[in-house]
């Protein structure tokens, strides 16, 4: 026989959650959905803020992680582990800086080939000023290396 459903919400903890589903079931309860879009209120909402919060934190680091952590339980406070996180996420934000810069150096001194900075800071350290210049191929004359004391 086929009657009509009767919609209930439930809120319940994640921690009888399981049981809760279980007495459901017993009960002959054949459709149980979980709401995505209501709102949550009080001191949930702001639980369910900082689970975002954390659960972000764990995927931006997911890639650092090493395959198998140490240990299963975490030793650190929520405060504590709230610091090292920031002070984590600072890190890594301060060295992916780091590496820009790093980047943009490598790729204005890739077009002088091969050279030393010892090398460099050798000459300086001589009175030889060293001077790097670019330009367009087409705009080079051949002439000017008689000329001037350039090398290619």
């Known amino acids: ?5 009767i919609k209930y919400t439930f809120a319940v903890h994640h921690g009888f959650y399981r049981q809760f589903l279980d007495d459901l079931q017993e009960l002959e309860v054949v459709h149980i959905e ?6 949550v209120a009080g001191e949930a909402a702001e639980l369910t803020s900082e689970v975002a ?3 972000q934190l764990l995927e931006q680091f997911k890639n650092y992680m ?4 140490k240990q299963d339980t975490c030793t650190l406070s929520v405060s504590e582990a709230d610091n090292l996180a920031g002070a984590l996420t600072k890190r890594l934000s301060d060295n992916r800086s780091m590496l820009e ?6 790729d ?14 050798e ?18 004359s051949m002439s000017w290396l008689d000329i001037f004391p350039i090398e290619i």
């Open 1 to 5: 026989m086929i009657v009509r459903m």
């Open 101 to 106: 810069q790093l980047q943009e150096t490598i």
């Open 53 to 55: 919060r954390i659960n």
């Open 34 to 39: 979980r709401s995505k879009d209501q709102k």
């Open 66 to 69: 090493h395959d198998e952590p």
């Open 108 to 121: 204005a001194r890739q077009i002088w080939g091969d050279y030393s900075d010892q090398l460099v800071t």
């Open 123 to 140: 000459l300086r350290n001589e009175g030889i000023k060293l001077r790097f210049f670019t330009m367009p191929a087409k705009k080079f």
